[in-house]
């Protein structure tokens, strides 16, 4: 994408100053306009679109620190250059604390001027560039990637179009590989924060003290390996949404400083003492049952309400059955093409295959067996051959040895449970007993994993 030459407003009370860096900057081709105070200059900011401000700290009337304040109200992502003399560089660290771009000292040198400018420029272009983009998926995106017509799914849509614009936390519950990130994203994308960071949290893939670490930041010298300051997810969600998978494994210590940053809106980096405001939309997901944790005490019961603001249940593939030959149709598209295939397509059997299956691992199991089919097909029309099971032991329960009697929940419930642990079985037998590889070939968390194995005392 071509870029349109910058346009840089300089404010500085010294005509000759002003005529001098205009100059420089109109020989490197950039356009310019110029301010002889603050009140000029956050006036024609109001008038006018800039790309970066050149602001003068020594200003008559207001200061340049007071006008950089202004200047981050009226336009929070315009980048401000600030020019000091050599004495003053205390405050113009203290601009950068604020906000500033960068500064720049009198006398300066020419090159360095004109590098910091084109780098403030570039910066403000590529935001404007992502915001544009971030509309433009926004109003494309819609629901493209949710496939299905089913009405269980077509019921999760509605929920989630009615509670997008609010600023309540949500709490999305479904077994693995419904999409829950998917479903957390396009109440992102279809809010008011649209044009903001979604930061995903993989909660149970991290230990505690990593885990804080990375969802609040942390102070140089926090611990030992703290050798610099960092800044936490919190902080990068800043405006925008963060989503929480597997809520469920967060401990206990870390749950409450969770509850904090719901409540108060704050929080402090690790080794802090600072406080740090944050507006974040928090969207958790989880495929247990948090209520039977919180009767257990694994999980904060004010914790649980505080997410369980606005529930969204995700059905189970096995319940919307009728959206599967879409799915397989989208599925295998997809993969014909980033494997530089034809376009392949189902039999009759094959299809009828995928929809008697009771895939215990939902969209995600699907998609890994189409990709695996259309990795190794060797013919443009996919067999019951190519899907790696058989008609047989998919269309009968009792082909995997499911005790059915009972009701229909308890029977479904140990039939799951079967499937579930005959595949774990498998899939660490295929990659040598190898967890972190069997995880992934699972589409599960290394924590969940290694839980499963203990529930099923593989």
Known sequence: MSRRKGIVLIVDDEEEIRESIEMLLNSEGLFTDTAADGEEGLKKIEENLYDAVLLD????????????????????TLPVIIITAIGALETAVTAIKEGSFDYITKPWNNEKLVVIVNNAVKQRQLMSE?????????????????????????????????????????????????????????????????DKAFVPVNSGSMP????????????????????????????????????????????METQAKLLRVIQEKEFMHLGGV?????????????NVDLKQLVEEGKFREDLYYRLNVINIQLPPLRERREDIPALVEFFTKKYCEENLKPPYRFSSEALKILMDYYWPGNVRELENA????????????????????????????????????????????????????????????????????????????????LTKIKDYNL
């Open 57 to 76: 700290l020594m200003l008559p009337g207001r200061s340049g620190m007071e006008v950089q304040k202004d200047i981050r109200r009226i336009d929070p």
């Open 130 to 194: 992502n915001a544009q983009l971030r509309r433009a998926l926004k109003e494309r995106f819609g629901y493209s990637n949710i496939i299905g017509k089913s009405e269980k799914i077509l019921k999760v849509l509605d929920l989630v179009t009615q509670v997008a614009a609010s600023r309540s936390t949500i709490l999305v519950q479904g077994e693995s590989g419904t999409g829950k990130e998917l479903i957390a994203k396009a109440i992102h994308l279809k809010s008011q924060r649209a």
């Open 208 to 251: 505690v003290d990593l885990l804080e670490s990375t969802l609040f930041g942390h102070v140089r010298g926090a611990f030992t390996s703290a050798i610099a300051a960092k800044r936490g997810l919190f902080e990068i969600a800043d405006q925008g949404t963060i989503f929480f998978d597997e809520i469920g494994t967060i401990s």
């Open 274 to 286: 600072d406080t740090i405001k944050v507006d974040a939309r928090i969207i958790a997901a989880t």
């Open 370 to 449: 189409i990709e695996r089919a259309c990795i190794l097909a060797d013919a443009v029309e996919l067999e019951p051959r190519d899907l790696g099971f058989g008609s047989d032991e998919v269309r009968d329960p009792k082909a995997f040895g499911f005790d059915t009697s009972g009701t229909l929940g308890e029977a479904t419930a140990r039939a799951v449970q079967l499937v579930e642990r005959r595949k774990i079985a498998e899939t660490l037998a295929a990659n040598d007993g190898n967890k972190s590889r069997a995880a992934e070939a699972l589409g599960v968390s290394y924590k969940t994993l």
